[in-house]
């Protein structure tokens, strides 16, 4: 059976489940079932290889021990099994010894899990279903890998307090325009399900990664922190899945939560991608750990003061901003007037409403920059739906090639040679300052929509209003006489 007929199959078991309520519970579902093979097919490969290797998980909580075999435990006695001792073992794991990591992973992927299933039944045709993957099949992880991801993109629908999933084509755009490479400490402190990160292995396995050593410095150089704890397990699954061995780099945390001041020389870090949550409020303190001129309860912009101070000089960042943050006044002047002294904001592409939906209809903006130099001008360029569609949707959304445009402008790694199109402009530092660094800069080159003359618009309405109220009056005359008969 594929990869995508044995996940469907497994939903439609769950469905039948009455515990199991709607996609989100049944991807974390799914997630910590996948995540206990995906492990024990890893320890079993890690056993042959090393003689001193032992599983995070106890013996008898192991895959290959309690789940294996489709004949074994099931019904009632299945789920008292995995309600009263699995999970509360694999909670209470104590981190210990050489293995403290992959132990600390298992921890935290159960801490906040939950068993939905109500049924052993069905919990023993999902668990039969799952063990029939072989997950050190290097193609049939990958295939189950782009799997995990459509579902990932199915759940979607948890567009709530500003976290909306970005789009697979701007995730792949923004990482091959900052082209990371093995050995560069990559951050994402706002990671959710793990896009950036999955989508920058791909593209360093894709063009850098040539020897173990290459494979070795990728792995060893990945940081990421997510908040909430659905996102947190689906991305450390989504990281075994793409064949990161140690994901305990995925930290399960608020990055805002940690003063800002005692972020120090060993956290910078060369690369910066993520789309940070934004239109959310953070909880009361936490912008008392960030200086005076930047406290501000909105996320987004708490974000961009701790992405300046972490970059190290010479570092670079794709992150996106909704239109609010170019425009926007008071703390978020004095971070943008921060982030052009320290940071060469080189390149801004200006994205239609449409981009996030159905999740969203939001402005938003991919905002590229240098750590180290001030900046002197910054260059825009605005993503236009293509003329076949009115707007990006759930059906058409924005697609890799549709970016296409943008990439041949773009004027390869050192940006040479960009040229003012009617899609691209550049505005100089001045201008920036003459406008209080307002950076919501409209298209010089479009030209605005003819809406006609007020005059003439106001004598159309009166004549339109005039000719409803005389429809109004015809059909009270009509009801009158059909009540009088």
């Not at 515990?19 to 997630?31: E, I, K, N, T, W």
């Not at 992927?109 to 039944?121: I, L, R």
């Not at 189950?144 to 792949?172: C, H, K, M, W």
Request: hydrophobic letters at 40%.
């Amino acid at each position: 059976m594929s990869a995508r007929n044995t996940v469907k199959s497994i939903q439609d078991i769950m469905r039948q489940d009455v515990g199991v309520d709607g996609d989100a519970q049944r991807l974390s579902q799914l997630c910590w079932m996948f995540f206990l093979k995906i492990i024990d097919d890893q320890d079993q490969q890690l056993e042959l290889m090393q003689d001193d290797y032992q599983s995070p998980i106890p013996e008898q909580f192991q895959w290959r021990n309690w789940a294996a075999d489709p004949e074994g435990i099931t019904g009632e006695a299945l789920m008292a099994f995995i309600n009263t001792e699995l999970f509360p073992a694999l909670k209470d794991l104590l981190v210990f010894g050489k293995q403290a990591n992959r132990i600390r992973v298992v921890k935290s992927v159960f801490e906040d899990a939950y068993n939905y299933m109500k049924s052993g039944q069905l919990m023993r045709q999902v668990i039969n279903k799952i063990s029939g993957v072989d997950f050190n099949d290097l193609a049939e992880r990958k295939h189950f890998g782009d799997i995990y991801e459509q579902l990932l993109n199915d759940l979607q629908s948890a567009g709530n307090a500003g976290e909306y999933y970005t789009p697979r084509a701007v995730t792949a755009f923004m990482v091959d325009r900052i082209d990371p490479k093995p050995g560069e400490i990559l951050f994402d402190p706002s990671c959710g399900t793990g896009g950036f990160l999955t989508c920058s292995i791909r593209h360093m396995r894709d063009r850098y990664v040539k020897k173990v050593e290459d494979e070795q410095a990728l792995q060893v150089s990945l940081r990421a922190v997510e908040k909430k704890q659905l996102p947190h397990m689906l991305c450390v699954t989504n990281m075994l899945l793409h064949g990161i061995e140690d994901p305990s780099f995925v930290r399960h945390d608020n990055t805002l939560a940690k003063p800002y001041i005692s972020y120090g020389q060993t956290d910078r870090v060369d690369i910066i991608l993520t789309n940070p949550p934004f239109g959310g409020r953070e909880e009361d303190g936490i912008e008392s750990n960030f200086p005076a001129q930047f406290r501000t309860k909105e996320t987004a912009d708490l974000f961009l003061a701790l992405f300046i101070r972490l970059l190290k000089s010479g570092g670079r960042a794709a992150i996106v901003l909704p239109d609010g943050s170019l425009f926007g006044e008071g703390v978020k002047t004095r971070l943008k007037e921060h982030l052009l002294e320290e940071c060469n904001l080189h390149t801004i592409v200006r994205l239609p409403n449409s981009v996030f939906k159905p999740y969203a209809s939001i402005g938003t903006n991919l905002l590229f920059f240098e750590k180290g130099q001030p900046t002197q001008d910054v260059w825009f360029y605005e993503h236009q739906v293509p003329a076949t569609q009115k707007a990006y949707s759930m059906t058409k959304p924005i697609r890799v090639e549709h970016l296409q445009g943008c990439v041949d402008w773009w004027g390869g790694a050192e940006r040479q040679g960009r040229q003012e199109t009617e899609q691209a402009w550049k505005v100089s530092i001045d201008d920036i300052k003459a406008r209080n660094y307002n950076l919501d800069y409209k298209n010089p080159h479009s030209v605005a929509a003819d809406h006609g003359d007020p005059a003439e618009l106001l004598a159309k309405l009166e004549q339109d209003e005039q000719t409803v109220a005389d429809l109004r009056d015809q059909l009270k005359s009509i009801l009158a006489e059909a009540l009088l008969r």
